[in-house]
């Protein structure tokens, strides 16, 4: 289902409760209450005259009836109740509010509080849920004025100039780039942006700018530049990533639940396949070295010598320090 046919869906399954317990609104102010144009309520009015229960006979159909400007709904008692949140989408929403309040940054604390204390009055059981699932990360926050200067570029549309900690290298790399937006992600906060130093769309780690400088130059984002989709998190497959296949022992079966994984096959006495991807050769280098004896990777080929050589060079190098010592 497009987004498009899902948000006009849940506009509909409200629609037909809030007009059924008002016969005879006005359409101008139903369309105000439902943030939408009349134009728009006439057409969803109109979809709604072939909605109903199986059989499609008239009798089975809503009716629905605006002629005079005053909307009348009936036949839908079916569909009369009000949608009600389940006690665990209150307690989400009540986690999702509380890591809105603990995020740095420019919020209506006092909307806020009275959404919170609200949902908690009405939740009943669901808060007490909501106060077990308040052990969320919300990880490391990045710092007040790193995010105030991102926050102005993007409202100047200007360049930033950025000092960025990269913890797989164990380095701080120096880039221009290009502010599109920020996201909030699993409690961290990224700023999305065309990096000139990779040519491409990039997602930084506030928490990792080490500075941050706004350029007296305006931000030129290409006009073909792809914002990630972030709805199914941090990581987009690319036909580019590096694609490899590991064998893990029983030790190393935390690597299934803390990388994405494109498979994961049962093996012989608890061990398991995996195939993971990087954008990053080296990254699949230094985990299968990370992982030692605990995994092994298999293929490609390529990249499995690749580690042998490592690892051998590595020895040699233990080996001749100790012999010097």
Known sequence: MSQGASERLSRLLALVPYLLNRQGIPMEQAAR??????HQLEKDLLLLFVCGLPGHLPDDL????WEDGLVYLGNADTIARPLRLGP????????????????PGTHDRVALDKAMAKLQEVAGAAAGKADEKVGVDVGPQPDERVLADARRALAEQRRLHLRYYV????????????????ALVDGRTYLEGWCHRAEDVRLFRLDRVVALEVLDVPAEVPADAVAHDLDSGLFSP????TVAGLELEREA?????????????????GRRY???????????????????PSATL??????????????????????AGGGAA
């Open 167 to 182: 913890p797989g290298r164990d380095e701080t790399t120096e880039r221009d780039v290009d502010p599109m937006r920020l």
């Open 274 to 292: 995996v195939r993971l991807r990087s954008g990053d050769p080296e990254w699949m280098v230094r985990l299968a070295m990370r992982l030692g």
């Open 253 to 269: 079966l935390w690597v299934t639940e803390y990388y994405p994984c494109d498979e994961v096959t049962e093996l012989p006495d």
């Open 88 to 103: 665990e989408e209150v307690a989400t929403l009540l986690v999702g509010l509380r890591l809105l309040a603990a995020l």
């Open 298 to 319: 298999v293929d490609p080929p390529e990249l499995a010598d690749r580690v042998r050589a490592t690892a051998a060079a590595a020895l040699e190098h233990y080996a």
């Open 33 to 38: 209450d439902a943030g939408i144009t009349v």
């Open 238 to 241: 690319s036909p580019n990533d």
């Open 62 to 65: 809503i009716e629905a009836d």
